[in-house]
């Protein structure tokens, strides 16, 4: 198959600030459900559904353009976005160029923060899910290996992992550079997704114990609350 049906198709903190994303994102429960859906799509032969804090990505091999939209419409609908609405915030890349996409996200090039670690093992998170539905193939099985490969050469040959490579990392530094202690502090964490959770974990890791969580979803901070123990307080945030 020709790498011209190689595409990927989402929406990255690139394209889209982060009230968009979040409206975008998919938790555990819609991320199968739509999973199930795609793989109901005639002519969509491989696809890896990647969906992070930053991104939700779609790699597939598709047997024409008009499978790729298909993608894009079942994810849209779910997400109760029109296709006019989300084309203003849409990476669509196809062949090469989106070969050399999936190799950046995976090195950690393309992330917020230059070089973090954690998109590696989402990477290959998402890439496992898909292999044991059975919705990968030769090509995205290549690609894919390929991708890891270069990552990890990226990361032993160049200076990329010097540093503070993890965004949760790099706020708790600069708190304990600011007050020089946090177990007296009193920290708010803006948001309860994945980046909110390990950023809460290295606080507490580096003293803190009064956190409040606060969260467009009062569930949401509830259950991160909860999950920090019981110096942990949530609270509703409509931003």
């Known amino acids: 198959m020709s790498s011209e049906n190689l595409f990927v198709l989402g929406a990255t903190h ?3 600030p982060l009230a968009v994303r ?10 199968e459900a739509l999973r199930a859906e795609l793989a109901g799509i005639s002519g969509l032969r491989e696809f890896t559904l990647l969906s992070t804090c930053n991104r939700v990505e779609f790699y597939g091999v598709a047997s024409s353009a008009t499978v ?3 993608v894009q419409q079942a994810f849209c609908a779910r997400q109760n976005f029109t296709a006019a609405e989300f084309e203003q915030f849409r990476l669509s890349l196809s062949g090469p160029r989106a070969v050399q996409h999936l190799l950046e996200v995976t090195a950690g090039l393309d992330s917020q923060m230059l070089g973090e670690t954690e998109i590696f093992g989402q990477v290959k998170e998402a890439y496992g ?3 044991s539905h059975g919705h990968t193939g030769a090509v995205l099985n290549r690609v894919f290996q390929k991708a890891f490969q270069a990552a990890k050469h990226v990361r032993t040959h160049t200076g990329i992992n010097e540093g503070q490579v993890s965004i949760a990392n790099v706020a708790v530094e600069l708190a304990l550079n600011i007050f020089g202690t946090l177990d007296q502090a009193r920290i708010m964490l803006v948001g309860a997704g994945e ?3 390990k950023t809460a974990k290295a606080f507490q890791s580096r003293g803190a114990v009064a956190l409040s969580v606060a969260s467009r979803s009062l569930e949401r901070a509830i259950d991160l609350a909860s999950d920090l123990g019981p110096f942990a307080l949530p609270f509703w945030l409509v931003l």
């Open 14 to 16: 690139h394209t889209a």
């Open 22 to 31: 979040e409206r975008l994102s998919l938790d555990a429960v819609a991320v």
């Open 68 to 70: 790729t939209l298909a």
């Open 129 to 131: 899910a898909a292999q």
């Open 195 to 197: 980046i909110g959770e």
